[in-house]
């Protein structure tokens, strides 16, 4: 395979700059639509300049009916693998989660610049170089993936921004994190924890739900001390 050029960038997210990295070869598994393992590392590598819907977060298709897009995204990323499941990373960087941040290919292909091309990724352009603005263009004038129908771009949504169709409640609720606010601030619980069960969600009163803990933080909301 082709070596991919090392490119030098400051973002605010990624905190430890990689000089001179070597590539990372082997077998990988989709963690989720942007977040790879491979056997053998201890660090999951997230894919770099890219962002895609979260796991939970649901998509409106041509039709207006609702679907599980990270889910597809995740897809996408492992069809883009394919049945060897080899892909070669070159570290651009390192996040605040210690992960690797790197372009990756795979069958001859980039798959950053292949899930945008495919419009199951968007270009993460807070912490991208802009290289991935014309995949982008062209996947949205041609309504490939998400651009087919409606979504929220997944940094938005991990801030608590939904489609009207997701605000929904009861037993099809998606996200099963409890974002109560009381007078110790504003608390999130996970389901199984102590006070899970006895906590009621009041969205009136601007209490939420949430699919994720980071999507809980980056709202304002932290765990219980304790």
């Not at 993460?124 to 929220?152: M, T």
């Not at 099809?172 to 069960?197: F, M, Q, V």
């Amino acid at each position: 395979m082709k070596s991919l050029a090392l490119v030098a960038f400051a973002f605010p997210l990624f905190l430890h700059p990689a000089a001179a990295a070597p590539a990372i070869s082997g077998q990988a598994d989709v963690v989720d639509g942007d977040t790879l393992s491979i056997r053998g590392q201890s660090s999951r590598i997230r894919l770099y300049g890219v962002d895609t819907p979260e796991g939970q977060q649901t998509c409106e298709d041509a039709a207006g009916k609702r679907y599980l897009c990270g889910s597809l995204a995740a897809e996408a990323l492992s069809a883009l693998i394919g049945r060897n499941g080899r892909v070669t990373c070159q570290e651009q960087d390192r996040d605040r989660y210690g992960r690797i941040v790197a372009v990756c290919e795979a069958n001859g292909r980039e798959i950053n610049a292949e899930l945008v091309r495919q419009g199951w990724a968007l270009e993460y352009k807070q912490y991208s170089d802009g290289r991935y603005a014309a995949a982008e263009a062209e996947a949205r004038k041609a309504k490939q993936g998400l651009w087919a129908g409606k979504f929220v771009e997944p940094w938005e949504w991990r801030r608590g921004k939904r489609l009207s169709s997701e605000a929904s409640t009861g037993a099809d609720r998606k996200c099963a994190i409890k974002g109560n606010i009381s007078g110790a601030g504003k608390i999130y619980h996970l389901p199984g924890t102590r006070a899970y069960d006895k906590t009621v969600i009041n969205e009136a009163s601007g209490e939420r739900w949430f699919c994720t803990e980071d999507e809980a933080r980056a709202a304002g909301w932290r765990a219980p001390r304790g």
